[in-house]
């Protein structure tokens, strides 16, 4: 059974900093996209950054481009979103996800095969 879990949200105040991580298992992910998703209360799910197989491509989104850093560990199934300046609108449930690396545009949600439950990130101002 594929399971992607994620751990690492809670509170923080704006200006601070998180760090999220995903554990894979059921199967091997070295080949798949990995991507981070989050979905804020009464909006679309959105993507926010995503990192190729070998961890030497990466997109990420404008909102959070220069803050958030995204890596992998192969060898561990494991991947971390480093998130930093943290903003108040930065809160959201973040969600890990994976894909095969040939399924399309790495910023669409259809895009990916697998999920993980998601973590709450809330950022007081």
């Known amino acids: 059974q594929v399971q992607l879990v994620e751990s690492g949200g809670g509170l923080v105040q704006a200006g601070g900093s998180l760090r999220l991580s995903c554990a894979a298992s059921?199967?091997?992910?070295?080949?798949?996209?990995m991507g981070w998703f989050r979905q804020a209360p009464g909006k679309e799910r959105e993507f926010v950054g995503a990192?190729?197989?070998?961890?030497?491509?990466?997109q990420y989104a404008d909102s959070v481009k220069g803050r958030f850093t995204i890596s992998r560990d192969n060898a561990q199934n494991m991947v971390a979103l480093q998130m930093n300046s943290l903003k108040p609108e930065d809160t959201a449930v973040y969600y890990c996800?994976?894909?095969?690396?040939?399924?399309?545009?790495?910023?669409?949600?259809?895009?990916?095969?697998?999920w993980g439950q998601g973590t709450q990130v809330t950022v007081s101002s």
């Open positions: 996800a994976a894909r095969p690396p040939a399924a399309g545009a790495w910023r669409a949600n259809r895009s990916y095969t697998y």
């Open positions: 059921g199967r091997t992910f070295s080949s798949f996209v």
């Open positions: 990192i190729a197989w070998s961890g030497g491509t990466t």
